[in-house]
Structure formats: C-alpha cells, structure tokens
C-alpha cells in the first residue's frame, strides 16, 4: 500500500495538478508544482502514518520521507529542464525530450522505492518479491486494487498521452492538421472575330489548394484516452481481434487525409504507438488482477 499510494500521489501532482502552461514555462512554476507535490504527498504520508499504528514517531515515518521526496523531486526537475533547455535551441529530434522524460519519470519512482527502503525498513529484495507475486495466485487487497486500478487509468491517459505527443511531436504542425486537397477548374473560352471563322479555343485552369483545420487539441485527446481505455478493456477480456476495429474506425474517420503520405504516416505512428501503449498496460491488468 505505501508504495501504491506514493506511486498514485506523484502521478497525480505530475499529471493533474500540472496545466500545460506550467509544463511550457516549468522554471517559473517549479515552486507551485513543488507545492503540488508536497501537498498530495503529504496527503499520502499522512494515511500511511495514520493506517500503520506502528509508524508511530511523526518526525521518521511522515516528515522526513515527506522532506526527502520533495527535495530530491526539486533536484530531478531542474536537472531535467537544464538538459531540455540545452536542446531547444539546436531543434533536436523530440525523440531526446521524450528520453528526458521517461528518465525523469523512472528516476521520480526510484526515488519512491529509496523513501520505502530508508524510512520504512523495507527490503529491496522484499520489494522486488512482492511485486513479481502480483502477477501468480495471489490477489491485490480491495483497496490497493482501487489505487492500482487508478494509477493504471493516469497511465493510460495523461502519462500515454505525453509519451504519444513527444512520439509524433516533431512532425510538421500542417500535417498534424491536414485535411485535404481541393482541386478547382476554370473553362476560358476565346472567340474568333467575326469575320473569321467560328472556332472555339478552351483553356482549362485548375487550382490546387490544400486544407487545414485547427481542431481544438481536447477533442484529439479524449480520442486517445478512449481508445487506449478500450485497448487496455479489450486486452483483458482476451478481445484482441477487436482492438484492428478501432484502428479501422480512426482510417474510415480519417480517410481522405490518408491520400497525403506525410500524414498518414503521421496518423499511423500515432495510432500504433497509443496502441502499444494501450497493450502493455493492457496485460500488466490482466497479469495482476485476472
């Protein structure tokens, strides 16, 4: 349960408490994010101090960790934000912040298991044990199910959603939202003078436009949230034939933008990137919970 809740804590202090614009300027509100982060920590330390009646000293089971585990995120973030700034200027490929921010992400959790060994006396083998035996016979108590089944939810949403956009991030905003070609004819006809002889000359002109819309960025968002919601579903009800029907619903939606290359592979390096994602989640439900 400890590691469950600080693991659900940091997500949600990471993820919705944190707005686009604190992620685009992170320097200027690194303190509100920080305060973020101390508040539902504290929040989840409190509950562990609370529920375990023998982490009775407030000073070793709630204030230190609580200490430890913001100011080691503080360090974390501002060593990321230095290395992502050194590369901002150069446009290297999103591939390297996508790096950043899985290496961030790893390094938070692995801060997390450092608090449980160093102030709850656990063993890393212990740990490591446990964790392996969630996915045998045993079966996770109701309310670490409800905080595991929560966790998975923000990592299939918020947490796939940033790991997809830095993905596809690097194409070309007019690709992103291309939507067709228009293709327009104009007949010009000349006529003779009138004492030469009646003939007509056509000239045909044809105008090729292409057309972009700016969809609000919500609406793409809420797609891919749904459909890894329904890949995660239909992996652990064993329905993998059904997950190709997603992926044929977004082509027919998507159908005429499909004609440019660039988009469609776009669209495919999107959707079989959420897919995956949607997949592997998909399986670590079915492995623990089934």
Not at 39 to 48: D, E, N, P, R
Not at 71 to 84: F, M, Q, S, Y
Not at 111 to 140: H, N, R, W
Request: proline residues 3%; hydrophobic residues 50%; aromatic residues 12%.
């Amino acid at each position: 349960m400890i590691i469950l809740l600080l693991l659900l804590s940091h997500l949600i202090a990471d993820f919705w408490l944190q707005t686009d614009q604190m992620v685009n300027d992170k320097m200027k509100y690194l303190w509100k994010h920080s305060f973020h982060h101390l508040l539902v920590t504290g929040i989840a330390l409190a509950i562990i101090w609370a529920y375990k009646p023998e982490f009775e000293h407030i000073t070793i089971y709630f204030i230190l960790p609580l200490l430890f585990i913001i100011i080691t995120h503080i360090l974390i973030d501002l060593l990321k934000i230095k290395l992502v700034d050194s590369i901002k200027s150069t446009k290297t490929d999103n591939m390297k912040i996508l790096g950043f921010f899985l290496t961030d992400q790893a390094l938070h959790v692995v801060i997390i298991f450092i608090t449980c060994i160093l102030f709850y006396k656990m063993e890393a083998l212990q740990i490591v044990a446990d964790f392996l035996s969630l996915f045998g016979p045993s079966s996770l108590h109701p309310a670490n199910t409800v905080i595991f089944m929560i966790i998975i939810f923000i990592l299939a949403t918020s947490v796939s959603g940033h790991i997809v956009k830095h993905i596809v991030g690097s194409l070309p905003s007019e690709f992103a939202n291309f939507e067709g070609e228009l293709t327009l004819s104009n007949k010009v006809m000349n006529a003779r003078e009138n004492f030469q002889p009646k003939m007509e000359n056509s000239l045909k002109e044809e105008y090729h436009y292409f057309t972009y819309s700016s969809p609000p960025r919500s609406r793409g968002k809420l797609i891919g949230y749904i459909e890894r919601l329904l890949v995660i579903i239909l992996t652990v009800i064993g329905a993998y034939p059904s997950i190709a029907f997603i992926i044929a619903a977004k082509s027919i939606a998507r159908f005429k933008q499909l004609d440019d290359r660039n988009w469609a592979e776009y669209f495919l390096l999107g959707t079989l990137s959420s897919i995956l994602l949607g997949l592997v989640l998909g399986l670590i439900v079915k492995g623990i919970i089934m």
